[in-house]
Structures are given as C-alpha cells and as structure tokens.
C-alpha cells in the first residue's frame, strides 16, 4: 500500500526482483530473463481487445457519456498490484488493466493520476477525482463515506524473515512484544491498532506497530531487523516472497473484498458493476487474473459496497 515511485531503492531492497514476475510454461514472457534467472514483468496484452459494451455504457450519468473521461486516482508501489516498470515511468499490474478494461467496457478515457495511498479517498469524498485504485479493500468503516464496486477479493496477510520463530498468526496476541511493519492509512494499521490492547489485557507486552508510507520502506524495515514481522495484502506478500531469498509468508488472516472506490453516492456505480460483470461473462476477467498469477482472488459477482467480509 505505497505512495509514490521509489523504485531505485525498491529494487534494492529487493535485488530488483519485485519488478519482475514469475510466468507460466508458455508465457511469451517467460523467455526473457531478468536478473537471477527471474522472468521480467509479463507484457500479455490483456486490454486492447476489450470492446464497447453499450448495455453497461448506458448505465452512466448523461454528463460522462457526453465528456467521455473521467479522473482516476491510483496508488502506485509494487507488484502485482500497481507499480512503475524498470523505466520508471510505465505502469503495470493488475489494478492498472482492471481500470483500462473497465474504461474500454464503458467507451471511456481515464485520466490517471498517481496519488498517495492515504490520500486517496479523503480526495474522492472532497470530489477532486471520479475514482480511485489502490487495492481498497470493502470494510465496514469505509463504506459510511465510500462506495465501492468490486472486482477481486484480497485480504490480510504476514511475512517474516526466515529467521523468525513464527509460523503462523491466527490470533494477534501471538505478535505481543513484537515489532509489526505495515502501510501508513491502511487496513492492516487500523486492525493491528484496534487490537493492540489484547496484549496488556493478557498480561503481555504490546506489540509496536510501525507504519511507512513506501512499500519500499516497509520491506527495507523487515530485511533491516527493524520490523519482526509484515503485515499486508494477501497477493502482495506471496508474490514478494516468491521473489526474494530469506523471507516467508506465514498465512492468510483475513479476507477482504476488493474495490474501485468513490465519492458516497456516487451514479456510476452500476456502470462499473455491469463492466466488471461483461468482463467476467466475456473472458478478459480470467485473463487479467492468469497474466498476473492472482487467480484465488477472482469473484463470482461485482457487488457495490457489500458488507465486509467477516
């Protein structure tokens, strides 16, 4: 859950592995080794034969069929999610192709911006952007001030070092006394706050919880010893530690749905329901899961703003 392009020191941290992405037998990408013998950043063009559909297009408000734009606001930081591309300056991931093919779906032009994660949605409630991406995940607090529509399920995840005598978090009072990192505004800092008084309450230490606003950063805490243990989304850490010697993912903690989000109340979230919905029945949905190794997060439905998961 990033801010803003920090991919030199990401890279670094990383030895340049979390730009690239593992590709399957077949994969014309699969050919074109990065370093350490990893596959470089799928190129799959997923998008570009995604047709009108007018059925979903008629669904939007008279004044956006009429302009043909709308602002977007993404978060941008790693893989497979988001992220800038060796150059720097090209986007990629899987938030970046759900939006393109929603807006070809709708016979829309985003104009992309990137935005802080933690910026995002007081943005959109303030009516400075139509929508945002940044793997929002639908919760309950969210949903009184934002609208969400739908398009993969991600959730809550731990990483360690493999140094670490931790093998499982299934309750948070197993990280008392330890030193958890994770992104500043995000699910994972307000789960591992509400809950930090278990500790005292059971007679143990509470845990620290350190927040950084570049996904660089919160990586850098882990490899540092500054953090003990990661807490993040689901699909990032797996593909993080798939790509880098000494650390592991523990397990999945909680699940979450995933969503484009919007000002509360907003008339375009049938349209984008219906597209995401077209590009289900049509293909394109499966095909962006499979070029991004995602495919456990698929949905059955695009729902708008349901309950969160519990």
Avoid at 274 to 289: C, H, Q, W
Wanted: aromatic share 8%.
């Amino acid at each position: 859950m990033p801010r803003t392009r920090h991919t030199a020191a990401f890279t670094l941290i990383t030895v340049a592995a979390l730009l690239l992405t593992a590709c399957g037998p077949g994969d014309p990408a699969a050919s074109q080794a990065g370093p350490a013998g990893r596959a470089r950043t799928p190129t799959t063009d997923v998008v570009s034969s995604v047709t009108r559909n007018e059925a979903a297009a008629k669904l939007l408000p008279d004044g956006v069929r009429a302009s043909g734009t709308l602002s977007l606001a993404s978060s941008v930081g790693a893989p497979p999610g988001a992220f800038y591309e060796e150059d720097g300056r090209t986007l990629a991931g899987a938030d970046i192709d759900f939006a393109d093919a929603v807006a070809r779906t709708l016979g829309l032009e985003l104009k992309r911006e990137v935005a802080s994660f933690e910026a995002i949605l007081p943005a959109l409630t303030s009516g400075k952007y139509d929508l945002g991406t940044g793997n929002f995940g639908v919760t309950d607090e969210r949903r009184r001030t934002i609208d969400f529509v739908t398009y993969i399920n991600d959730g809550q995840g731990f990483a360690v070092r493999d140094d670490s005598e931790l093998t499982k978090v299934t309750d948070l009072t197993q990280l008392c006394g330890l030193t958890v990192g994770t992104g500043a505004g995000t699910t994972f800092e307000a789960t591992l706050e509400e809950n930090r008084h278990l500790c005292a309450e059971t007679g143990r230490k509470p845990y620290e919880v350190r927040t950084y606003a570049d996904q660089a950063a919160v990586w850098m805490s882990l490899e540092q010893g500054r953090s003990d243990v990661l807490m993040s989304t689901i699909n990032g850490l797996r593909y993080a530690v798939s790509q880098m010697d000494g650390l592991r993912f523990l397990n999945e903690y909680k699940r979450l749905d995933v969503g484009f989000a919007f000002k509360k109340g907003t008339p375009l979230a049938p349209a984008f329901q219906a597209a995401v919905n077209s590009l289900k029945a049509e293909g394109t949905y499966d095909r962006i899961l499979e070029k991004w190794g995602t495919g456990k997060s698929a949905i059955e439905t695009s729902r708008i703003s349901p309950p969160e998961i519990r």
